[in-house]
């Protein structure tokens, strides 16, 4: 394994160290630096549901790390809870495919680090690579809509190979109407004996 920075201590077993400044990309513009983004699972959500994004990263080579945070915010600005996060390493646009991986999820700070131990992945700006899962929870009073994108804050960060620290962009949050009209489904027909 390449010698790692080490500073973030996740649980009591795996740590990861990264470190980077980021810059917000424009939502619209085509990826010119590598970016993180989100996709939601929903294009609309009611109050008490659980939103789902998968967190992608594009036009990015070597990549030997990653550390995402995604953060949530409702229609009055107050911060939704993550309540679940997960890799589906048999994504086929995984970000490191099936090579050895260390994966650490932190969820009371809400992020997830993945540390490939050799070499470097790439994530085109054409075919992004998935990253990660993130559930969002809903409250049950939510109106209006909700914006959930990938924090560009000291937690959200990217490596080389090397363990040289990567310059990237985060494309804005997406926002999903929240809808106060719940669709019942019932189901009619006849008894038989």
């Known amino acids: 394994m390449r010698n790692m920075k080490v500073a ?20 619209a513009a085509t990826f010119t630096a590598p970016t993180y983004f989100v996709k939601p699972m929903q294009t609309s959500i009611t109050p008490g549901d659980t939103l789902v994004v998968n967190v992608y990263l594009a036009n990015a080579t070597d990549v030997g790390a990653v550390q995402v945070q995604v ?7 107050n911060k ?17 495919g099936f090579d050895q ?7 009371k700070g809400e992020r997830l680090a993945l540390v490939k131990y050799n ?7 054409a075919k992004p690579k ?8 809903i409250p049950t009073d939510a109106t209006g809509s909700i914006s959930v994108g990938v924090s560009s804050g000291q937690e959200t960060m990217l ?19 929240v809808s106060t009209d719940r669709v019942r489904t019932i189901k ?4 038989s004996r």
Do not use: W
């Not at 953060?71 to 600005?77: R, Y």
């Open 159 to 177: 490596l080389a190979s090397s363990g040289a620290e990567m310059t990237y962009a985060v494309s804005g949050p997406v926002t999903i109407d």
């Open 188 to 191: 009619r027909g006849r008894n």
């Open 8 to 27: 973030l201590s996740l649980g009591c077993a795996v740590a990861v160290a990264l470190a980077v400044n980021s810059a917000h990309a424009d939502e």
């Open 80 to 96: 939704l809870a993550i309540t679940n996060i997960v890799v589906d390493k048999q994504q086929p646009t995984f970000i490191f």
């Open 119 to 125: 070499g470097g992945a790439t994530a085109p700006a």
């Open 101 to 107: 991986i260390v994966e650490a999820i932190d969820m």
């Open 130 to 137: 998935y990253v990660g899962t993130f559930s969002v929870a």
């Open 71 to 77: 953060v949530g915010t409702d229609s009055q600005s």
